[in-house]
């Protein structure tokens, strides 16, 4: 069945458990949300679909500096045609609190696993009600080596009510089992609990919601403090019809079922700020691109060879496909690649590369960094192909190296790019890296030149700023190969590497290749 066809199947299928003012075609982000960080709400995800969810909250640090505490979170949802849904929950906390914990302010690590469930007792009209449960296997640590494992559960009734088409309320009640103590110190404790919420469904799109939660504790003694009130305040923006941005503030510690019922110990009670990103596979039946987009066929996006030297474009490769590259410059420094695009305008990328630093430079000693990974995700906002005045996309990811001691580096990328004329493209690449105290910084610059069919020319600059030292240059010639959907780069740069925090640091400059790759069928 053709993408515009399925769409319109499965836009009906679903258009009964939409709201009555929010637009069927926008699934599945216009639906009443099954969860949001810090409120769990009454309705179930929609049939015969997957969620996958990867979240982090932190502080900042107590002296300013560094990257302060955080929590990560990952979770897998999983419905059939049936009234209820299992899932999977993660979280990782391995940092140094914020504040002397328990009179230490040693290094903590915390992690869990959980098994989730949540059943409909009802579901009709404005009305909702489920139950909900969760059993977790956890381990703490300090860094006294002082350790244990246990398991955590919660049972909860959320309740939802549909106000208006646009507003509706949630309500939950529940209890929560923890031990009192963990690790020879006083721990958690048991809770029960009662949450009130809302969320305004603002247009398609967006949502914007918020929610407080009273703890009725069996210990005020224990890791958390006296902290007795939970709450969130946040917004999610659908990106596109399969994934959807959470930000939100909130000092509930961990998105886990069972942890979203926990006070942020690490900073006793503290704010934390916090994103998510929310992924809908649309198994093809909802495979439609960007909200308001031209369709355009995938073999014609499948030609774009658009990222740059040491800086992205803004085009992801086609829906449902995978691409690899694999370079090696002069001055050893090797990379491998790989790209892959389960729905349109979004992409998920994995980079392995060994850096060629220099001896002083701001990052790291070259006998301590080591071949370094990397995963990230790319999104397409724009596209001057299909209509839009400007092409721009953006790029999140999270890496480190693979030897102790290990570095890890938080990278984000932007990419906006306009043709000025049939064979010449600018584009402005602004780019940040975190690393510990460290902090990177470049705004680059890049005109490319198409003389001739399917070879391309481009230079780059960019300036740099933050602890990196030199700016940034790069020139290269691609070669492109349309029948085998592959190309070859030649390029001349002085920077160490040519993705992540190493396209903003400068080393030899060394001249490398690129071989790029794209198998002729589809992954999904």
Known sequence: MPVKQSFQAGALLFASMATPAIAAEQFPFSYMPTSLPGLSTGWLQPEATNTAELGTRQTGAPDGGGTGTQVYDWSLGFRGYWPFQVGLSFHVFDDIPNRPLLGTAAKITFGSASIDAKYALYDQGRLAIALAGSLGYMGYRNGFDVSETFFGGTLSVPVSYQLTPSLTAHGELGLTGLPKEVANQEGFGNRAFAALGMNWQATNRITVYGSAKALFRETDEGIEGDEN??????????????????VFATNVYSDSPILDDVAFFPGQGDTTFGAALTYVPSNKRFNMARYGAVEVAAADRNLIFGDGITMMGPATIGSNDVRISLSYGSSDNPALSFYISPDPDFQIEFTFEDYALEDGNTFRTPAAEDTRYSAGVRYQALSEDEG??????????????????????????????????QDINITVAPRAAV????????????????????????????????D?????????????????????????????????????????????????WQPPFGLF
């Open 229 to 246: 009130t939970l709450y969130t305040l946040g917004a999610r923006a659908a990106l596109t019809p399969q994934v959807a941005a959470t």
């Open 388 to 421: 839009d005045p400007f092409s721009f996309g953006a790029r999140l990811a999270l890496g480190r190296d693979i030897e102790k001691p290990t570095a890890g580096v938080a990278y984000a990328e932007a990419s906006a790019r306009k043709r000025l004329a």
């Open 435 to 466: 690393e510990g105290d460290s902090q990177f910084y470049a705004a680059g610059l890049s005109v490319d030149w198409t003389p001739a069919k399917d070879i391309k020319l481009t230079g780059e600059y960019s300036l740099t700023g933050g």
């Open 468 to 516: 990196t030292a030199e700016n940034i240059w790069a020139f290269g010639v691609q070669r492109s190969f349309p029948k085998s959907i592959s190309s070859i780069d030649i390029f001349a740069t002085n920077a160490a590497g040519r993705s992540g925090v190493g396209s903003m640091l400068s080393g030899e400059p060394q001249v490398g290749v690129m071989l790029t």
